[in-house]
């Protein structure tokens, strides 16, 4: 079946600007994550939805980040005023129901650049 | 807090050798514990996980890993790499009480021929 999906693969935009970042979690699971990945680092944890709601949004490094999920299933992260900082791979995972040792399956990231 | 270290930044084999990848965790309870592997252009993709029951686990692609609880290590192994194993590795725990993961900074595998 489909795995997780992300559009853009790649968005370009610039300093001060909105984006909006989208994820399909594979079919059924109602778990969905998002990460982001610097350079030269590993994936960060952002915020961890269970169906609808925000689980777990310890993550989003400030209010210009924030993330919706209004029926359960795609996920927008959006970012405000970006900033050259926010450049980064955004990660999108999914799981079956969420849990501890649970497989979180990834998607492909969206490349952000703000120039 | 918990936290993951991953010691070699960048380690280069030959291919047919044998490979070992460091991952060290801090976490105050039995860890849940987790290996990927990012090729270029692709998705995180796992390779195996420990959160109980036999230390040695066996994963996909040949790759086993060894949970060690007095050294609180989870190294990666692979008895003979083939080229297509070059990637980049992450090791991550399972946070407590939470179901976000924690990564390493990631080990990139280079095979030469």
């Known amino acids: 079946g489909a795995g997780v999906s992300q559009t853009p693969s790649n968005k370009v935009t610039e300093k001060g600007k909105y984006v909006e970042l989208r994820c399909d979690p594979i079919?059924?699971?109602?778990?969905l994550y998002w990460y982001r990945q610097s350079l030269g680092q590993g994936p960060e944890f952002l915020i961890y939805f269970q169906g609808t709601g925000a689980a777990d949004d310890s993550g989003l490094p400030n209010d210009r980040f924030f993330a919706v999920r209004p029926e359960g299933s795609v996920s927008t992260l959006k970012i405000q005023r970006t900033e050259r900082g926010d450049s980064a791979v955004y990660l999108c995972?999914?799981?079956?129901?969420?849990?501890?040792?649970?497989?979180?399956?990834f998607g492909p990231g969206t490349r952000l650049l703000v120039l | 807090a918990q936290s993951v270290t991953q010691p070699d930044i960048h380690i280069t084999v030959s291919e047919g050798a044998s490979l070992e990848l460091r991952c060290n965790y801090s976490?105050?309870?039995?860890?849940?514990l987790f290996w990927y592997v990012q090729s270029p252009g692709q998705g995180l993709q796992l390779l195996l996980k420990?959160?109980?029951?036999?230390?040695l686990v066996q994963g996909i692609k040949g790759f086993e890993a060894e949970f060690k609880r007095s050294q609180s290590s989870f190294n990666l192994r692979k008895p003979s790499v083939h080229w297509s194993d070059a990637a980049e590795y992450f090791c991550?725990?399972?946070?407590?009480?939470?179901?976000?993961?924690?990564f390493g900074t990631g080990t990139r595998l280079q095979v030469f021929p």
């Open positions: 995972a999914s799981s079956t129901t969420g849990g501890q040792g649970e497989t979180q399956y």
């Open positions: 991550a725990v399972g946070a407590h009480n939470t179901d976000k993961l924690i």
């Open positions: 079919s059924g699971h109602t778990a």
């Open positions: 420990y959160f109980s029951g036999d230390t």
């Open positions: 976490y105050g309870a039995t860890p849940y």
